[in-house]
């Protein structure tokens, strides 16, 4: 899809891989400089290059986004160095599979810090730039694990359905200053979280790994392999003027994997 982004200023958490990756990209190419944020310096770095190339501006800004001074320290260089933020996409997180009784209280910790905590802190400062500025877009990533609460899932399923909760509020929050707050619930989509997935499910012998991806994908009902591209695009859809009666809303874009 095209888009007309010249002059929007973009941030995107776990920017530095898989579906924050193919975000900024698509802001590029649609003329907004992004603000790449990852935990690893490298992969900032890598995307900012790959962003330059488009012909617009990048930062490569590594963040941890458990740690709230290092997120409010990245709104900070955003707005000192370009005026202000225009759109968020928060899609750091991770994923770890494993029956409660087995996960260690470090891992669930770790889990709820990046993908609950994490995405709070970024839209808390966010929606103060946004809402003061009377304009912006906020797209979180959620999953489809919100919803299709498989076991196995239920630390990763508990912190999407807060992303999808803490979304719908925060959109009725923002609505009168003008600002969208909306999540997508992604299908299953082959990122380097779900090579760590298939390490934890079938660790490294390769013939066990394709035989636990085809019975995952053989969920999706319309049966086709998923693309970031998916993802950008409706992410970017939802950055649109055309999308401004959205908001506060939960959209699966999965195949029909939920509804
Ligand atoms: N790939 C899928 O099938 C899928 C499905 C549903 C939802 N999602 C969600 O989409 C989002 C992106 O997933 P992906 O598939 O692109 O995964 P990915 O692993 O390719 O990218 C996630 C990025 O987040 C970064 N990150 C992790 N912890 C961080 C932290 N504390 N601070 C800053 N950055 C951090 C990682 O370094 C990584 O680059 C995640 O929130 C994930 O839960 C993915």
Redesign the pocket.
Known sequence: MEFNFQGKKALV??G?????RECALLFARSGADVLI????PE?CEQVAEEVRALGVKAIAYP????NYEQVSAMYQKIVSEWGTVDFVVN?????LTEELTKQSLKDIDASID??VK?TLYSCREALAIMRSKKYGKIVN?????AKACLGGFSVYSAT?AAVLAATASLGREAALDNVNVNCI?????K????E?ILDQLAGSDQAKRDEVWAEWNKGTPNGKPQD?IDIANMVAFLCTEEARYITSQNIGVDGGYTF
């Not at 530095?16 to 924050?20: M, V």
């Not at 619930?185 to 989509?189: E, K």
């Not at 990122?191 to 779900?194: G, L």
């Open positions: 958490t776990g530095g891989s898989g579906l924050g944020a990852d935990l690893r992969r963040v941890d986004v458990t899609s750091a997180g991770v994923c990046v993908n994490g990533m959620s999953s489809i694990a999407k619930l992604p299908g299953i989509i990122t380097s979280m779900w760590e970031p």
